[in-house]
């Protein structure tokens, strides 16, 4: 079986990617893969990395610099080109895009050859991109189930949830000590995100440095590009305990009593794959304002509680948490909610839906 995958810019695209070939590879032993991403972006370095085999095009995300945006349309007919001369060859039998401005060439160009083409939608409401080529698709697979009224023109919709549910719900535990962290008290985890928040972060050390319930300890995951020794100084507490990063997040969530996270499509199905009660605070500086919608959908359904940053106070966040560590029945609430998008399997349900359509040639 021969697949091109797609994804680029962001991990929330390109870890999905990566999950739903690992799922082909065990069910297909006569696999081969081809990654196609951009010249400039992540995926670049990781995906070569991985021995999978890598093309990559040189193309941008629309801007309102008109220059630049001319250029682009150059560009995306170049890369339609080389598109179609890389599945001549390659002779794919499926295209599988995953999200990001890179897709739409390589959708398109596959959609122009015949070959069969699915999306894969991560979040509530579709990107731009995934609106755009939604109408050259045989098939889009979506995470969330309201997502279907967003989708455009697509011939057809499955729901299969976010590969990442899986990561979750597979984890190993990871253990408290090494972390410093008690094995009695109650933990909250605070996730800034990879990359971490300026905005967050600060609005944070008000919290961390204000009058905290010592009965609860607090490990803080600030994110790569903060300074930790200096986030470290400016917070005093005993119980508060700040690391960069950590690879095995939804591990630690396993044995964490709370979790407190931004609202990507990733982290969410993580939070639910390893049934952790969580406070959530979308991030409001990314495109098409996805993580409000991603957080807002799973908090009317009663699966989290969700908080928007430029309401946050110390004071409201901390009112939060002593709710939920307190109220043993609204953790059970949201955990029995949480179920409704946690009893399938998305990997597995993703790698099916795909296959039928190959087979369906």
Do not use: W
């Amino acid at each position: 079986m021969n697949i091109i995958i797609s994804a680029g810019g962001s991990g929330g695209h390109i870890y999905p990617a990566l999950e739903i070939i690992e799922e082909f590879k065990k069910h297909e032993t006569n696999l081969n893969i081809l990654y196609i991403g951009t010249h400039n972006r992540m995926e670049k370095d990781i995906i070569p990395k991985l021995g999978i085999k890598y093309e990559e095009l040189e193309i941008y995300g629309f801007t309102r610099d008109i220059k630049r945006d001319i250029k682009n349309v150059f560009l995306i007919k170049k890369a339609l080109k080389k598109c179609k001369n890389i599945m001549r060859k390659f002779k794919p039998d499926v295209v599988i895009g995953v999200g990001g401005y890179v897709t739409y060439p390589v959708i398109k160009a596959a959609n122009k050859l015949g070959i069969k083409t699915v999306l894969h939608e991560q979040n509530s409401r579709p990107g731009k991109v995934n609106y755009l080529i939604s109408k050259f698709t045989d098939l889009s697979l979506i995470s969330f189930k309201t997502s279907e009224k967003y989708m455009g023109k697509c011939k057809k919709i499955i729901y299969t949830g976010h590969p990442s549910l899986d990561k979750g719900r597979l984890a190993k535990k990871e253990s408290r000590l090494d972390y410093g962290l008690s094995l009695t008290k109650k933990v909250v985890l605070f996730v800034a995100g990879s990359l971490g928040s300026s905005s967050l972060n600060n609005k944070m050390l008000d919290f961390l440095n204000s009058d905290l319930n010592n009965d609860y300890e607090i490990l803080y995951i600030a994110g790569n590009t903060i300074d930790i020794e200096d986030l470290k100084k400016k917070v005093s507490k005993k119980n508060v305990k700040i690391v960069p990063y950590v690879n095995n997040l939804p591990g630690l969530m396993k044995v964490c009593d709370i979790v407190i996270s931004r609202a990507g499509a990733g982290s969410l199905f993580e939070i639910i794959g390893t049934s952790s009660p969580s406070i959530i605070i979308p991030s409001p500086n990314v495109a098409n304002n996805h993580q409000y919608y991603n957080a807002l959908e799973l908090s009317e359904a009663g699966a989290i509680i969700m908080l928007e940053e430029n309401n946050l106070t110390k004071e409201i966040l901390s009112d939060n948490i002593n709710m939920l560590l307190k109220d043993e029945n609204k953790i059970n609430k949201l955990k029995n909610q949480m179920q409704k998008y946690g009893n399938i399997k998305p990997s597995k349900a993703i790698y099916d839906s795909i296959k039928k359509i190959i087979d369906s040639k």
